[in-house]
């Protein structure tokens, strides 16, 4: 046996491509996906429509809600008992206050009053008993008990209550399937709200009122006692009041001034002798002493001297110092010095007089006050007491008068903030003349946007997982492989088969495509020479290997070449049911020596093309195809005939296909259009070149024209020829 390693590669006339890449099998470039999106656009219809059958569906049969929304603004609680006498304005709510009120407004409690205040147990919406048919509904309804905790939660689940951003405004929204019933719902909660805010102050105000009565009666009692106490204990101790005090205590007070008055004179005048004299004993000018500058008669003595030195001054600059003026004007300067000494010795002599009359004073009222300070030491314990007393007195008094100026105030506000709350309704809920869910609208438009894009996005989710392949720049791009053609999948089931399209049709869109698949074949070089055997394989059963085997056999036949198709699947040969034929001996006997060529080829029924078909079966076909003697047949056959096609197994099924590419020029891939997964083509492939160096080309069949021009523009189109005429 040759080796068929060492044969030329086989070119198909493309240029060289890189090899297979099983990982890269499933590589999609972006425009593939883009023009894949645009191929499924009737997939993308028929998801929108379905979408929007559907959101239509749930606008038609949802029962529509109506949403309305009261808004209560939450103000300074005032007019309480409590804080009538604060001393600092009431601080407006804070947020711990506001979710406060809001778990009130949301308590069982009120959404109880306000069941019974609108019979709401009347209605179906809120009361499930009335939906439902159930024994223990039943029940219920003939002993007239609704089921009031559901109601309750039926209501609370319908209601939304939570501050608005950080005001102090609460909104309280209602859902109802009435318009009117959501409204009045909104509306009536706030007013209850408010109602039970007036009902619980007038309550605290009516027992604060009722307690500060009790207590002003008690305190009035004490008052009195009190009272009565201190002017008895005054009578008995002569503690008489003068100008707000005893008598003793006015004196001892006179005196503390006039004593506290004298000892500062005393001190003044001291200070002013010993100012005088320190100034004479530390030989400085007594002329500096305040009581000399402050004398009258120093001051225009002083006034004279300046006047005369002055003048002194004036006479030297023109006399000399015995001249007779300027001598008279020393002798007047002399003079005023002397009467200015003698007016400071009298000054002096006068603050040592002051200091002693200032001395005998304090000492008569020191004395005055010693006597009346023994007097008071008797007196000191029953002031003591009396101080007590009217201690008492005055603090049941203040108790008194705080205690009945709060109830006055509750008096007169009780009436005034009878009808006031600390809440007030600032927007009322409207009856709404169109649900606010479902927005139609808004509904629709969303619809329209989503089912585009669910459409989409399921369209790319097809295309991206799609398992074959649909274009020859696809092929070529991940598999490395030349593109050999398409072949069409005919409408409808055509008399005989596709293979007798050809003989039918010769000039139809599928020879047209055999033919196509022809030229890739002829066009094969196999070193200097002509491709002259042709494998027809295929990854899976039923993609159209043996079909297309036969119409290429036919259409090489019909141009005037000599052809025969030899069926090598012994496993479940059918290229005898594909033309027609009657089951016949053939490969199988050829090989094992039972029949001679003459015995096993047979002339096709729609050609000139001759056929071997694939005989009987067996025990292992494999050997028998891998044998020297199908090395044998095949080279008898290649020198008779032009073109020797061969139909193989499937290649993911048996062996045999990787066998008989060793031995053949050329191998044909038949893969399926968009069917045929990807990785196992690249597999296939795969296993094909580890099995021979020769070419291999790829053949898509049954394609779909309509979706495969979506794809790509290079599709065969049908062109119209002149009928053959008959000689």
Same mark, same amino acid.
């Given at each position: 046996m040759s080796n068929i390693q060492s044969t030329p590669n086989v070119s198909f006339g493309d240029r060289r491509r890189p090899a297979p890449d099983v990982q890269g099998a499933g590589d999609i470039s972006p425009w593939e996906l883009l023009r894949g999106i645009w191929a499924r656009k009737e997939l993308i219809g028929i998801a929108f429509i379905a979408f929007m059958a559907l959101a239509l569906l749930w606008i038609m049969t949802v029962t529509p809600t109506?949403?309305?929304?009261?808004?209560?603004?939450?103000?300074?609680?005032?007019?309480?008992? =409590?804080?009538?006498?604060?001393?600092?304005?009431?601080?407006?709510?804070?947020?711990? @206050?506001?979710?406060?009120?809001?778990?009130?407004?949301?308590?069982?409690?009120l959404i109880s009053r306000l069941i019974a205040d609108l019979k709401l147990n009347d209605e179906p919406e809120f009361n499930p008993a009335l939906g439902k048919s159930t024994m223990g509904s039943l029940l219920g309804r003939r002993a007239g008990i609704p089921d009031e905790d559901a109601i309750i939660d039926r209501v609370l689940s319908k209601l939304s209550v939570y501050q608005k951003g950080t005001s102090r405004v609460v909104a309280i929204q209602f859902t109802s399937t009435s318009a009117r019933m959501a409204a009045l719902l909104?509306?009536?909660?706030?007013?209850?709200?408010?109602? #039970?805010?007036?009902?619980?102050?007038? =309550?605290?105000? +009516?027992?604060?009122?009722?307690?500060?009565? #009790?207590?002003?009666?008690?305190?009035?009692?004490?008052?009195?006692?009190?009272?009565?106490?201190?002017?008895?204990? +005054?009578?008995?101790?002569?503690?008489?009041?003068?100008?707000?005090? @005893?008598?003793?205590?006015? #004196?001892?007070?006179?005196?503390?001034?006039?004593?506290?008055?004298?000892?500062?004179?005393?001190?003044?005048?001291?200070?002013?002798?010993?100012?005088?004299?320190?100034?004479?004993? /530390?030989?400085?000018?007594?002329?500096?002493?305040?009581?000399?500058?402050?004398?009258?008669?120093?001051?225009?003595? +002083?006034?004279?001297? &300046?006047?005369?030195?002055?003048?002194i001054a004036q006479m030297s600059e023109t006399f000399l110092p015995s001249h007779p003026k300027m001598v008279e004007a020393q002798a007047n300067l002399a003079d005023l010095d002397r009467q200015i000494g003698k007016e400071v010795d009298k000054i002096i002599q006068g603050l040592a007089n002051d200091a002693r009359v200032a001395g005998a004073r304090a000492a008569s009222l020191r004395a005055s006050l010693v006597k009346l300070q023994s007097r008071m030491g008797a007196l000191n314990q029953d002031e003591v007491q009396l101080r007590a007393l009217e201690r008492d007195a005055a603090t049941n008094r203040s108790l008194l008068e705080s205690f009945l100026k709060r109830y006055e105030e509750a008096n007169a506000r009780a009436e005034a903030d009878a009808r006031t709350a600390n809440a007030a309704i600032v927007s009322r809920a409207q009856?709404?003349?169109?649900?606010?869910?479902?927005?139609?609208?808004?509904?629709?438009?969303?619809?329209?946007?989503?089912?585009?894009f669910l459409a989409l996005i399921i369209s790319v989710f097809a295309e991206v997982f799609s398992r074959g392949f649909r274009t020859a720049e696809q092929i070529e791009r991940i598999t490395g492989t030349p593109f050999l053609g398409l072949i069409p999948e005919l409408e409808g089931r055509s008399p005989g088969g596709?293979?007798?399209?050809?003989?039918?049709?010769?000039?139809?869109?599928?020879?047209e495509a055999i033919r196509?698949?022809?030229?890739?074949?002829?066009?094969?070089? &196999?070193?200097?020479?002509?491709?002259?055997?042709? $494998?027809?394989?295929?990854?899976?059963?039923?993609?159209?290997?043996?079909? @297309?085997?036969a119409s290429l056999a036919r259409v090489l036949a019909m141009g005037g070449y000599r052809t025969i198709l030899v069926d090598a699947d012994m496993r479940a040969p059918c290229v005898h049911l594909t033309l027609g034929m009657p089951q016949q001996?053939?490969? =199988?006997?050829? $090989?094992?020596?039972?029949?001679?060529?003459?015995?096993?080829?047979?002339?096709d029924f729609g050609s000139y093309a001759h056929?071997? #078909?694939?005989?009987?079966?067996?025990?292992?076909?494999?050997?028998?195809?891998?044998?020297?003697?199908?090395?044998?047949?095949?080279?008898?056959?290649?020198?008779?005939y032009d073109f020797v096609i061969i139909d193989s197994p499937a290649a993911m099924a048996?062996?045999?296909?990787?066998?008989?590419?060793?031995?053949?020029?050329?191998?044909?891939?038949?893969?399926?259009?968009? =069917?045929?997964?990807?990785?196992?083509?690249?597999?296939? $492939?795969?296993?094909? /070149?580890?099995?021979?160096?020769?070419?291999?080309?790829?053949?898509? @069949?049954?394609?779909?024209?309509?979706?495969?021009?979506?794809?790509?523009?290079?599709?065969?189109?049908?062109?119209?020829?002149?009928?053959?005429?008959?000689?």
């Open positions: 109506y949403t309305v929304e009261t808004r209560v603004l939450l103000s300074t609680r005032t007019g309480e008992i =409590s804080t009538f006498d604060a001393s600092s304005a009431p601080t407006p709510p804070d947020a711990e @206050t506001v979710q406060s009120e809001i778990q009130i407004l949301t308590s069982r409690s909104a509306n009536r909660l706030a007013e209850l709200y408010i109602a #039970q805010q007036i009902e619980q102050k007038n =309550s605290i105000n +009516r027992q604060a009122t009722k307690w500060l009565a #009790q207590q002003i009666e008690d305190l009035r009692a004490k008052v009195q006692s009190s009272e009565a106490a201190v002017e008895a204990f +005054r009578s008995d101790s002569g503690l008489f009041l003068t100008n707000g005090s @005893t008598v003793p205590q006015q #004196q001892l007070t006179d005196l503390n001034s006039q004593l506290s008055a004298a000892q500062a004179d005393r001190a003044e005048a001291e200070a002013k002798l010993e100012n005088a004299r320190s100034l004479i004993a /530390s030989g400085n000018s007594v002329n500096s002493a305040a009581a000399v500058l402050q004398s009258p008669l120093i001051q225009s003595l +002083r006034q004279q001297e &300046v006047a005369l030195r002055a003048q009856e709404l003349s169109e649900p606010t869910f479902p927005k139609k609208g808004a509904v629709l438009t969303l619809a329209i946007f989503a089912g585009l596709p293979a007798a399209e050809v003989v039918r049709e010769p000039l139809g869109l599928y020879a196509g698949l022809q030229g890739s074949v002829m066009l094969a070089r &196999v070193g200097n020479r002509r491709a002259r055997t042709v $494998l027809i394989t295929s990854a899976h059963k039923g993609e159209g290997k043996s079909t @297309t085997a001996a053939g490969l =199988s006997e050829l $090989l094992t020596g039972r029949a001679n060529f003459g015995q096993v080829i047979r002339q056929v071997m #078909q694939a005989g009987g079966p067996l025990p292992n076909p494999t050997a028998a195809l891998a044998s020297s003697q199908m090395e044998w047949v095949l080279k008898a056959l290649d020198q008779t048996a062996a045999d296909a990787q066998v008989l590419t060793k031995i053949v020029d050329v191998t044909v891939l038949v893969t399926r259009w968009s =069917s045929t997964s990807r990785r196992v083509v690249a597999r296939v $492939l795969k296993m094909l /070149s580890a099995a021979s160096g020769r070419r291999v080309g790829i053949l898509l @069949t049954r394609v779909n024209l309509r979706r495969y021009r979506r794809y790509t523009d290079s599709v065969i189109e049908e062109y119209p020829a002149r009928p053959a005429r008959v000689a």
